[in-house]
């Protein structure tokens, strides 16, 4: 793939616990459309919003991101979080990605909209419009006009453009909502699945759904989350 000047990235973050066929389509597809160099698939080591949940470790989940993402030339697993102590905050994610691939690259910050729409409670949420633009996927059957309100309402700069699906921050990076192949498929379903002894064929990788076999993932803890 073809370098340019300023780098234009994208970053899908997540659990992915385990990923599954809905994290990739949408990462490929939005790659595509917005014509990213790459896509980067970044495991949380450390998620602060499930602290006091259980959550596979974070070696399994890495490796079964690898997997997932070999049939693709545009996505690539990151190990980024995994090597950094403490838990795992988008902005100490996102300033380290303007360090690596430099202060001018563009990043595009893949989230689904349930997620965004508790963006406040995010450490240092208002700097993160500072490093990247946000993409934000609505979930089946999620009311648009919700998430129109909430945009505007962070803030009296937010700036609605023509497109109605565009909003400029005070920053000059964009918050965009893109509409992708919708795939009903969460983790938590994928888990149960598995504790129950049902097949998880065409929801994740056939490399994905080996290795939690074999690894014997989701069988024999209690899954709250």
Known sequence: MKKTATPKIGILGGTFDPVHFGHLRTAEEIGQE?????????????????????????????AMVRMGVRESTLLEALDLEGRRAGLSYSSDTLQELKSRFGMNAEIFFLVGSDAFLEIRTWKRYRKLFDYAH????????????????FIVGLGQSVKKQQDKNV???????H???YQST???????????????GKSITFLVPEAVRTYILR?????????HR
Do not use: Q, W
């Not at 919708?182 to 129950?196: Q, Y």
């Open 175 to 177: 918050v965009m909502i």
């Open 167 to 173: 909003y400029t921050m005070p920053s000059g990076n």
């Open 34 to 62: 917005l014509g990213l160099e790459r896509v980067y698939l970044i495991p949380a080591a450390s998620p602060p919003h499930k602290m006091h949940d259980p959550v596979t470790p974070f070696d399994h989940r890495l």
């Open 182 to 196: 919708l795939m009903d498929i969460s983790g938590t379903g994928i888990r149960d699945m598995v504790r129950r």
């Open 134 to 149: 946000f993409v934000l996927i609505p979930r089946a059957g999620y009311d648009l006009e919700t998430l129109h309100h």
């Open 215 to 223: 690894e014997g993932l989701y069988r024999f803890h209690e899954d």
